[in-house]
């Protein structure tokens, strides 16, 4: 079982499967059916850009909000910025008041645009049909008086929807208005476009957080709820006091559906969506508490009945979480709802998880939904601003596409340009700044299974070739170590030559003829050590320098029982400590060329020097003799120098595998006369040459 699994985890198929997810990790834009690009920007950054198909035609209008001395206006263009109209209006602009809201009214076809303006306390109402010049025209229609912290305005309005309430063919314009530290007012609107008259629902201390219209009797009359909050700034007993967060349900006609749902603690916040359910939708809750006290009801899931009683709950506990991010309704039917974390969950009705996402974000994030393909269904938008990227999915969150861009600011708006119905491309505003996104389909991808085939291919044959050229440089290292070997074997051999043995056990032969036995017992006895010493060091390469030099004192030793008319001396310096790596018969060799081929000749008064010093990164071996000279012994030898080569091939294959090079260098001596005076071999030996050498 262990050499198939040694065998898997060293396969080839395994190791080109590593760099080919890494890449593909990397390439994310081949793995999308989308590729989203960013555009330079093309606005003023004071200007706010919204872009709606004004006049029906499946083209959207791009319609610019610009503050401007005397009057602010709102420029009408083509999505390539030439101009239908530009519209002027008195008051102040304030995008946190409110921003553009279209609307069509009368059903004519034709968007009316709705922009709400501020002079000093007082909230006007202004709408333009563009595109008829007979159309609705409203000019600072009074809407209310808001109270002003410190002389700043501190209300907001949101609108809600349009809605034939009274059936007489026109539209009502819904909305609401909510406050913060100013606490009024906080109500809901209904605007008569026709008559021009304006109705207000009760108040009550509470916002509407954002209000929507939800037909949840199916009897196609719109109610409108709303998500809200405890900031716990309204300290009147007003009803409905902003210390509890409050499930509300209006209807058309502005008035409660049935008694608000209370949840009450400072710090906690309710988000609601429709749900289906059988006649019509229920109302679903995310309860998310945030106060020091311990809440009535825990925090988790709440599904309400259209007639506001409660029908299941689940607490954020039960399914390991401490709160839960905003909620989105994928799926048209609206059976099921996500919950963003940091992965998406499913839920059915009945608030059971059916699935679970994972998303490509490990931080915090936001969402938008947006209609890109004009076909009734929401493609979600996920930005993290601390990574710095926007994600596009589907409605079930499959990754349309990725891109990396850095918003400003948290808060961030996307619009639609649209050419004859077709995306043009996604604009997207976050505070100052705007940039355009065009959204492309990816060629790649449909034939992304063969590019990252082709990816794995090429990392496969990749890791192939890498792992036959290493196993052949292998390969080739030890057929030079094989060869080494051999030359060192060749080299052994012919130290131990059938001459040499000859003469050696010649001479022990005399000795004992002599009747000289102790001499005669002495050479044995080197001989026999010399031999066995050679025998034990046979698969050796390097070995200490002590060793070397013992083994050449025994040789050198043995050689003087046979030609006594020489000396020797061996010095090291004080900065060799003996324990030096070098290649074996580094010495030896040298030292028996100076005896057979110098010393030997010169018949008397012979002398062998063997001297090892140190550098900072080499041994230096110095053999050098009084001999007859290398000129002269050539003439007179008729040896072929087979050693001396054997010994080049032997340092040559050596520099082959550790990198360092082992070099010799040959000196003629002569006296003052210019007669021949001996020969100085000097080896130098690189320190580490061993440590490359396993």
């Keep these: 079982m262990n050499r198939y699994l040694s065998k898997f985890l060293t396969s080839t198929f395994l190791w080109a499967l590593i760099p080919t997810v890494i890449v593909s990790f990397f390439v994310r834009d081949i793995g999308t059916p989308y590729i989203l690009s960013q555009q330079s920007g093309l606005i003023q950054k004071e200007d706010q850009i919204f872009f709606h198909d004004l006049n029906g035609d499946g083209t959207t209008e791009q319609i610019h909000s610009k503050p401007g001395e005397p009057l602010n206006n709102l420029p009408i263009m083509t999505n390539d910025g030439k101009y239908y109209d530009q519209w002027n209006v008195g008051e102040t602009f304030v995008p946190e008041i409110s921003e553009l809201i279209f609307g069509d009214y009368d059903h004519d076809g034709l968007s009316e645009i709705y922009v ?9 109402l202004n709408a333009l049909e563009a595109f008829d010049s007979s159309g609705l ?7 209310t008086v808001v109270n002003l912290v410190e002389g700043q305005n501190n209300s907001v309005i949101k609108p809600v929807g349009f809605f034939d309430y009274d059936k007489d063919g026109f539209k009502e314009f819904y909305f ?4 913060g530290f100013g606490l009024w007012p906080r109500n809901c609107y209904l605007f008569n476009l026709k008559t021009l008259k304006l109705f207000t629902s009760a108040s009550f201390g509470v916002n509407f957080d ?9 009897d196609s009359v719109p109610e409108i709820i709303t998500s809200s909050s405890s900031p716990g700034n309204q300290k009147s007993k007003q009803p409905l006091s902003d210390r509890s967060a409050w499930l509300m349900v209006l209807g058309p006609n502005l008035e409660f559906i049935f008694p608000p749902r209370e949840f009450s603690g400072f710090g906690g916040r309710i988000d609601v969506e429709p749900l289906k359910a059988a006649g019509g939708s229920n109302l679903l809750v995310i309860y998310n508490y945030s106060g020091s006290k311990t809440p009535e009801v825990p925090p988790g899931f709440q599904i309400f009945s259209r007639e506001g009683k409660r029908v299941a709950e689940k607490s954020f506990a039960s399914i390991g979480l401490q709160k839960a991010m905003p909620i989105i309704v ?3 039917e609206r059976k099921e709802f996500a919950m963003l974390s940091n992965r998406v969950s499913v839920f059915n009705s009945n608030l059971e998880i059916i699935r679970s996402i994972s998303l490509p974000f490990s931080s915090d994030f936001t969402f938008r939904l947006v ?6 269904s929401n493609e979600i938008f996920l930005y993290s601003a601390a990574e710095g990227r926007l994600v596009l999915c589907t409605s079930n969150f499959a990754v349309m596409s990725v891109l990396d861009i850095d918003f400003p600011e948290g808060a961030w708006t996307v619009s639609v ?3 004859q119905g077709e995306l043009n491309r996604i604009h997207i505003r976050s505070g100052e700044k705007q940039w355009n996104i065009t959204l492309e389909g990816n060629p790649a991808y449909f034939f992304r299974h063969a590019i990252y085939a082709g990816i794995y291919l090429g990392f496969f044959v990749l890791i192939l070739i890498t792992r036959r050229i290493s196993t052949a440089q292998v390969k080739k290292q030890e057929a030079l170590k094989k060869k080494l070997l051999t030359l060192q074997l060749q080299s052994i051999k012919s130290q131990l030559d059938p001459h040499f043995t000859f003469n050696a056990l010649n001479s022990i032969s005399s000795l004992l003829y002599m009747d000289d036995r102790k001499t005669a017992y002495d050479a ?5 050590r010399l031999l066995r010493q050679l025998l034990n060091d046979a698969d050796k390469v390097f070995r200490p320098l002590r060793e070397e030099l013992e083994f050449v004192t025994r040789y050198l030793e043995l050689e003087k029982i046979r030609f006594s008319h020489f000396k020797y001396a061996i010095d090291m310096a004080d900065n060799v400590s003996g324990d030096e790596l070098i290649p074996k018969m580094a010495v030896q060799l040298f030292a028996e060329n100076s005896i057979k081929h110098g010393l030997v000749p010169k018949g008397k008064d012979g002398f062998l020097s063997i001297r090892v010093h140190r550098t900072i990164n080499t041994l230096v071996l110095t053999i050098e003799d009084n001999g007859i000279g290398r000129k002269q012994s050539a003439l007179e030898s008729t040896a072929h120098g087979k050693g001396i080569k054997i010994n080049n091939d032997f340092y040559e294959t050596l520099s082959q595998l550790t990198g360092k090079t082992v070099q010799t260098k040959f000196t003629d001596l002569y006296d003052e006369k210019g007669n021949a005076e001996g020969t100085r071999v000097e080896v130098f030996i690189p320190i580490d040459a061993q440590h490359n050498f396993n």
């Design 116 to 124: 709400f303006s501020m002079n000093r306390d007082t909230i006007f």
């Design 371 to 376: 209609d890109l393909t004009g076909d009734g």
């Design 210 to 218: 954002k209000p929507t219209f939800a037909d949840l009797d199916n």
């Design 417 to 419: 340009v649209r050419e």
């Design 330 to 332: 994928t799926d048209k």
């Design 524 to 528: 044995l006895n080197i001989f026999t």
């Design 137 to 143: 025209r409203l000019r600072r229609h009074y809407v």
């Design 176 to 179: 609401a208005i909510t406050t």
